[in-house]
């Protein structure tokens, strides 16, 4: 989680770089091990322009999260005369499906509250590789690993279709019943550029240049996004890139430049770094 009731912008020129996991720099993978990349494309991009960085990267975010960020950003004057420029790393259709934690716990198992004695220790169902495949990510409202009193969005389970065991009910199953017929459909595309269209018209109405690219995406998404807003909108006169497209068209064995985890490793920020900066000079 992150917070900005006590955060100080800074009081010289700055950018903002608002995203997803690959934002923050997550790469949980083989690679390095259970850590973080720390100097980021964003960061040597406001290394380059000479700006202080403001990264909040929200790991397993959808897009209203992004447009809550932007709200809080606003409520809390960070869109100033300082704010140069805002870059946006959003999901352009989102597989990623949120679920009540009352549908997958047992019954029996509160979550905080003074009497413990009659709950039973909730584990969270390991995610098996071909787990990934198909549907997607669930996520639900869940105890904290480390504090069982505090519940956090987590990653708990995809369905298997074929395995009805304990950690996958019915409940989860209609879920991703729904979810497979709506994600990146044309609703969920057009949905996905409301919202970043949203950020974007908060942004500069405070007079900052704003700019977003996808990570990961399909070009025939993009094409049907902007064929979407028609004439309702120049978010697309905004949009940097998509960064996996940039990479594949330059390099054959664009594999070495991700993790075991699906995020960029240290090489893929340096050249995400690099088809991204001289969108933003």
């Known amino acids: 989680m992150y917070s900005l009731e006590n955060y100080t912008f800074p009081d010289k020129p700055f950018m903002i770089a608002l995203g997803t996991s690959h934002t923050c720099g997550d790469c949980d993978g083989p690679t390095y091990?259970?850590?973080?990349?720390?100097?980021?494309?964003?960061?040597?991009?406001?290394?380059?322009?000479?700006?202080?960085?403001?990264?909040?990267?929200?790991?397993?975010?959808?897009?209203?999260?992004?447009?809550?960020?932007?709200?809080?950003?606003?409520?809390?004057?960070?869109l100033n005369d300082n704010c140069k420029l805002f870059i946006l790393e959003p999901r352009l259709g989102d597989r990623t499906v949120r679920i009540p934690v009352e549908a997958i716990i047992p019954d029996n198992y509160y979550i905080g509250g003074e009497d413990h004695n009659n709950t039973t220790e909730f584990n969270m169902p390991i995610m098996e590789d071909n787990d990934?495949?198909?549907?997607?990510?669930?996520?639900?409202?869940?105890?904290?690993p480390v504090n069982h009193n505090m519940a956090t969005v987590q990653q708990v389970s995809v369905d298997k279709r074929s395995d009805k065991s304990s950690?996958?009910?019915?409940?989860?199953?209609?879920?991703?019943?729904?979810?497979?017929?709506?994600?990146?459909?044309?609703?969920?595309?057009?949905?996905?550029?409301?919202?970043?269209?949203?950020?974007?018209?908060?942004?500069?109405?405070?007079?900052i240049k704003f700019r977003w690219q996808l990570v990961t995406g399909r070009c025939s998404d993009t094409d049907l996004a902007e064929t979407l807003l028609g004439n309702h909108s120049t978010l697309f006169d905004t949009f940097v890139n998509m960064v996996e497209e940039s990479i594949n068209k330059t390099h054959t064995n664009a594999e070495q430049f991700i993790c075991g985890c699906g995020h960029y490793n240290k090489e893929g920020h340096k050249l995400w770094y690099k088809n991204t900066i001289d969108h933003l000079r």
């Open 167 to 207: 950690s996958h009910n019915f409940a989860t199953t209609a879920y991703i019943d729904a979810s497979s017929f709506y994600s990146h459909s044309p609703l969920d595309l057009f949905n996905s550029v409301t919202i970043i269209d949203s950020i974007r018209h908060i942004v500069e109405a405070n007079n």
């Open 33 to 78: 091990g259970p850590t973080s990349v720390k100097v980021t494309a964003y960061d040597m991009i406001a290394n380059e322009l000479e700006l202080e960085l403001v990264k909040i990267g929200l790991s397993g975010c959808k897009n209203e999260d992004l447009l809550q960020a932007t709200n809080e950003l606003a409520h809390h004057k960070a």
């Open 132 to 144: 990934w495949n198909g549907y997607g990510m669930l996520e639900a409202w869940a105890p904290n």
